[in-house]
Structure formats: structure tokens, C-alpha cells
């Protein structure tokens, strides 16, 4: 294994074009992209194949066992002018233009205004996962991620050093097997995006740190398990790690939160620290996910536990968050497991109630984000009446009348059969198992009760009686909008009560699409090895930009028509370095 020092800023030169003088593609070099429509139907259904897939088939589309062959760097970071360093962390970044865009532009400036002091930019950018939505590909890291980053830092800034870019997966980016996500990261020449330089050439990545501390970032395929190239890699980076040390362990996923409810979760994070890290005797101080897209932070004895998903994508609420965690969780079969812990909930945001507030924006917010969904609630609806009002009819009717009936029976299977499957059941081991098998069904007859609503005003309205094929036109173009409005606005009750009761809370989010509540983590080890974390919200992102085309060649194309107000979340978090006692 090579060990790779920090190379000098301007060790490798890049072409940058143009400057744009507007928001044109042709201009930019990518097309921005509006918020994705998570409950679009199309959208629904494609990924939730390419998620069967990777569950069924994942294994044959790892490609981690391929990446033995790739370099095996550990980087080196620790040396620099007055043995500081600072670094940001920003993860679920590759969604909507706008969100993305407003938190590179922040992560981009030489320094930040926060609450009065000046923060620098991180000589480090680390991406937690998630860095494309909703499904990784050229185009779409192109459009979503690369695109924004490089208008946000055209070049890297003159006379300093370049700042570079490390990247975790996460199941978004795992979708094609890592392929894309390999190509963008881990390029062996002119590995760049905007002013940022990319080093690693795995998935997965060690860096040393000044002041003795270290970061290990860990590549889990959906939580299952770290193969075995992955873990030699670990093991020769652990060679240069001594007992006096402190790690920051970055995961695609926040296990120790799953684990409340599916306690086999952390076992790979748990394993990772009880054979690779804790031979070492350091200790691993700061553990960082992203994947839920808010921000959170449990403390204990030991360590600090931070979600921090506020990179872009729509914003989940922070509500059904537990007070308190055991980690490793005492149900966990594993046989060896770590001596289990306690960690306090210590902050969150959005807030509780915040979250709560926005969550009850699903009326308005899910029509308007999600028109294909309302038209797909309006077409079944519209069929199950059709098929209610006509079962008598249509044995009168002519043979084509006949053959726009559809079986009664087949409709009610079918609402049935997708509001179960929108449930989600677990497995039956799951202590929410039944919770979401009986709301799912209540949902179901909800939906149905409906129908039948719709077919009782329709028996009694003169269209039924016209020559056919009169009543169908007339369901198309007046009953069927006039049902999709109340059967999406029946799915937003729906969403409230079940995310009130711990089931589909995170479609009650996706289905807004809400753009702000957005964070991300600014942190400086200091030269006696004290590391600060800033925790960095931004309550609302810009949404017109005005290009800059006079601006210096490091200078963002885009700039805010408002300017961003970024805050402090709390108050720094300080986590003591090498030498001092071990809690």
C-alpha cells in the first residue's frame, strides 16, 4: 500500500471555459434540473425495480471485489503550514438545481460569515453519499452534482492550495453497480470537478490527518456487509494508526439510528471498529452519515454520533426521532458485539415542531409536486367508479362498450395491492410488521370508500343515462380531475397519520419535495488536536441566480439575486484530540 501526500495546488492544469453570461445549458455546460417528483409513477416504479435488483442481485453487481486491483492509497493530509486544517462534510446533495446549487455556493466561498465569525473554506470537501438522484448515470451526475460544484468553483483559487474532494456511495450511487460513481471519482487523469482535485481511487478511502487524528470512510452495499478487499485496505491503513489517535468514521448510512427499529443494522459498522480499528487502540470520536436527509446529533461517553443530510435533496423530518439510543442495540445477534452504549438526542434541524409544521404542507405541496401521481390517483379512481356505476350496464351494452369494461374485482385488487405495497411491510420479525400491514389496508378501504362515494353522485347525475360513449368522456374530462384532487388529498391524510405512527414517514417528506432546511458540517482540528464542528444551516435557498460572467476565474458563474443567511445550528461542538483522557 502506498501512502500519498497532499500535492501543491497547482500541480495539474485544467482548461476552464468560459465564463457565462446566463443560465443557458449551452452556456453552462449542464442543463439545471428542477426537484424531483419522488411519487411520480414512472419514477416510483423504476426505482423501486432497480432497488429489487440491487437486493436480489446485488452481489453479482458489486464491484467492490473488482476494486483490488485499483490503487491502494492511504492519503496524507497531516502536513501543512501552521498544522491546522479545516474541512467541510456535505452529504444527499444531487437533487434540485436550486437546493444543490445554494449549498455549493456556500462550501465554495474562501470563508463564511456565521453568527459573526469567519469560518475558511475546507482544504477537504467530503461527499457522504447520495451524490445523484435518483438514480446514478453520466448525464445525472453531470446535470445534478458536477455541474453546480463546477459553476460554484470554476478553478482552484491562485496562490493557494487546491482544495480536494474525497466521495462516499450511497445506495443512490450503487444503483448501476458503482459505475458511474467510479468513473466521476475515482479517475486516475485529470480527476477534477470545478476547482476541486480528486485523489481517491477506490469507493472507499483512508486519510491521515493532521495532529494524529484520521479518517476512515467505509463503503457498506446497503448496510449488508464490507468485502474482503475493503478490509485488507483498512487493515494496512490501521498499520500507520497508533493507540493515541482519534478517528472520524464516515458510513453511507446512520445504522445506530436504524438500529432502533432493526437492530442487525450498525452489526457492519460494529464489526468495522471491533476488528479494524479497535486493534489500534485509538479511538473513534466522530462517527458522520448521511442518508437521512436532516440533521441530528447523539452524544455520549465516548463518541459523537451526526447525521447531516442536508446537502440538497428534499428535507425528512426530524420528529420520529428517538430521545435516546443504545449502540451497539442489546437485541443484535451478533455474538461479539461491542459493549452496547447510551447516546442522548443533544440537537436537531429542523426541530420538532418545525418538522411537524411542514409535515401538514403535504396538501398543498403534494398535488403541486407530484402531478403524475394525482393523475395516476385520478385514472384508478376514475376506472374503480366506471366499473361500480357500469357492472349492470355494460352487460346491456354494445361489444365496444363491453370492451372499455373493467372487472370490478381486478380494480379492488389492485388499490388494494398498492396501498400495501406504499405501506411498506417489513419482515415479520419487524416489531412495526402489523403496523404497516393494517394501515396500508386501511388505507386501501379508504381509497376504496371513496369510489364509492364518487359512484353514488355519479348514479345520480343525468350523464350516466347519455349514448355512450358520452359518460365516459364526461368521467375523463370533469369526474376524473375533480377525484384526483380528493383521492391525493385522501393520501395526504393518510400520510400524516401514518407518519405520526412511525410507518411512510419519509414519502410524507419526499412527496413535498421541500427544498429548505439544508445543512452541512464545517470543521477545523486545530494544532494541538482539538477538533471543532460547526454545524451550518441555511433555513432558505435561493431560487433566481444572476450569472457573473466579469468574475475572476475562481469566482462562482451564478450568484444569489438574495443573499443566503447561513446560521449555526448549535454552538460548535468541540471534541478533545490526541493526549487527552480517554472518556
Keep these: 500500500m502506498s501512502f500519498v501526500p497532499r500535492q501543491d495546488p497547482a500541480e495539474s492544469e485544467q482548461t476552464v471555459p468560459d465564463r457565462p453570461s446566463s443560465m443557458d445549458p449551452q452556456e453552462l455546460g449542464f442543463t439545471p434540473k428542477g426537484p424531483i417528483g419522488w411519487l411520480a409513477p414512472l419514477l416510483l416504479l423504476s426505482t423501486g425495480l432497480r432497488a429489487l435488483l440491487a ?7 458489486d464491484k467492490r471485489e473488482l476494486q483490488n486491483a485499483l490503487d491502494d492509497d492511504v492519503f496524507d493530509h497531516s502536513a501543512t503550514a501552521d498544522g491546522e486544517l479545516w474541512l467541510d462534510y456535505v452529504a444527499d446533495l444531487g437533487d434540485g438545481f436550486d437546493a444543490t446549487y445554494s449549498m455549493a455556493h456556500l462550501l465554495a466561498r474562501p470563508e463564511l460569515e456565521v453568527d459573526g465569525d469567519l469560518l475558511p473554506r475546507g482544504r477537504l470537501l467530503l461527499m457522504g453519499g447520495d451524490q445523484v438522484y435518483p438514480l446514478a448515470s453520466g448525464d445525472g451526475y453531470e446535470n445534478r452534482m458536477k455541474g453546480p460544484y463546477r459553476a460554484a468553483l470554476p478553478e482552484a483559487p491562485a496562490g493557494e492550495p487546491r482544495p480536494t474532494l474525497f466521495a462516499l456511495p450511497g445506495n443512490h450511487d450503487w444503483y448501476d453497480g458503482l459505475t458511474a460513481f467510479l468513473r466521476l471519482f475515482a479517475r486516475r487523469k485529470d480527476g477534477h470537478i470545478g476547482g476541486w482535485r480528486t485523489e481517491q481511487r477506490r469507493s472507499y478511502f483512508a486519510v491521515k490527518l493532521p495532529a494524529n487524528w484520521w479518517l476512515f470512510a467505509v463503503d457498506e452495499q446497503f448496510g449488508a456487509y464490507i468485502d474482503d478487499p475493503q478490509l485488507l485496505y483498512f487493515e494496512r491503513a490501521a ?8 478517528i472520524i468514521l464516515m458510513t453511507p448510512s446512520p445504522t445506530w439510528v436504524k438500529a432502533a427499529d432493526a437492530p442487525e443494522e450498525y452489526d457492519a459498522v460494529d464489526y468495522f471498529i471491533r476488528t479494524i480499528l479497535a486493534p489500534t487502540r485509538a479511538h473513534v470520536r466522530v462517527l458522520v452519515s448521511g442518508d437521512l436527509h436532516h440533521y441530528a446529533r447523539y ?3 465516548d463518541r459523537e454520533l451526526i447525521t447531516c443530510g442536508g446537502g440538497g435533496a428534499y428535507l425528512l423530518g426530524t420528529q420520529n426521532l428517538p430521545e435516546e439510543l443504545t449502540v451497539p442495540a442489546r437485541e443484535t445477534l451478533t455474538r461479539s458485539k461491542s459493549r452496547s452504549r447510551t447516546y442522548q438526542l443533544t440537537e436537531r434541524f429542523p426541530d420538532a415542531a418545525t418538522s411537524r409544521k411542514w409535515g401538514w404542507g403535504v396538501f398543498h405541496r403534494l398535488p403541486r409536486r407530484n402531478a403524475g401521481f394525482a393523475t395516476m390517483l385520478g385514472i384508478i379512481q376514475t ?41 411498506q411491510p417489513p419482515g415479520a420479525s419487524s416489531p412495526k410488521h402489523a403496523r404497516h400491514w393494517i394501515l396500508g389496508i386501511l388505507h386501501g378501504f379508504a381509497q376504496i370508500a371513496l369510489a364509492v362515494g364518487g359512484t353514488y353522485i355519479w348514479l345520480r347525475l343525468e350523464f350516466r343515462l347519455w349514448e355512450w360513449p358520452g359518460p365516459l368522456v364526461v368521467a375523463a374530462v370533469a369526474y376524473g380531475p375533480l377525484i384526483a384532487v380528493l383521492a391525493t388529498q385522501l393520501t395526504a391524510v393518510y400520510l400524516l397519520i401514518a ?13 413535498q419535495g421541500i427544498e429548505d432546511g439544508k445543512s452541512f458540517l464545517r470543521m477545523h482540528i486545530d494544532a494541538d488536536g482539538t477538533l471543532t464542528i460547526h454545524p451550518i444551516g441555511l433555513r432558505k435557498v435561493c431560487h433566481e441566480w444572476v450569472p457573473d460572467p466579469t468574475g475572476t476565474p475562481a469566482s462562482p458563474w451564478l450568484r444569489p439575486k438574495t443573499p443566503l443567511d447561513p446560521h449555526r445550528i448549535e454552538p460548535p461542538v468541540t471534541v478533545a484530540g490526541p493526549g487527552a483522557p480517554r472518556p
Design 499 to 511: 407518519a405520526g405512527l412511525g410507518v411512510n414517514h419519509n414519502e410524507l417528506y419526499a412527496g
Design 299 to 301: 452524544t455520549g461517553e
Design 239 to 246: 498499520e500507520g494508526v497508533g493507540p493515541d489517535d482519534r
Design 55 to 61: 437486493i436480489l442481485f446485488g452481489a453479482y453487481l
Design 383 to 423: 376506472l374503480t367508479m366506471l366499473a361500480m356505476a357500469g357492472a349492470g350496464a355494460a352487460s346491456q351494452g354494445g361489444s365496444i362498450q363491453r370492451l372499455f369494461t373493467i372487472p370490478l374485482v381486478l380494480m379492488l385488487v389492485i388499490i388494494m395491492a398498492a396501498t400495501i405495497l406504499f405501506a
